[in-house]
């Protein structure tokens, strides 16, 4: 069975800094691509930011500098460093596992809430 298990998430206050996990179970961790998506209230889901099986990051736009992607294959643990963290960074975070032709596994989420 496949499990994806965010944790981390919480209350910070405007330019703080919070690490957020995700640790997978039940698949070959260092074949898929990991991404960090979020869902605000009333908002669509959007891509946060995401690595390869290789190790290789991207990002939007609207996190770009401020955010960092990790992975440990041994842990089967991504990691999500967010700095600077804005109100508009308030949302659920959720972690994506892809892996072309076997399909996409998501976790539950954990609620990230920026506000003094």
């Known amino acids: 069975q496949v499990q994806l298990v965010e944790s981390g998430g919480g209350l910070v206050q405007p330019g703080g800094s919070l690490r957020l996990s995700c640790v997978a179970s039940g698949i070959i961790f260092n074949r898929y691509s990991i991404g960090w998506y979020r869902q605000a209230p009333g908002k669509q889901r959007e891509w946060v930011a995401g690595i390869t099986s290789a190790g290789s990051p991207n990002y939007a736009d609207s996190v770009k500098d401020r955010f960092t992607i990790s992975r440990d294959n041994a842990k089967n643990t991504v990691y999500l460093q967010m700095n600077s963290l804005k109100s508009e960074d308030t949302a659920v975070y959720y972690c994506?596992?892809?892996?072309?032709?076997?399909?996409?596994?998501w976790g539950q989420g954990t609620q990230v809430t920026v506000s003094a």
């Open positions: 994506k596992a892809d892996r072309v032709s076997y399909g996409s596994y």
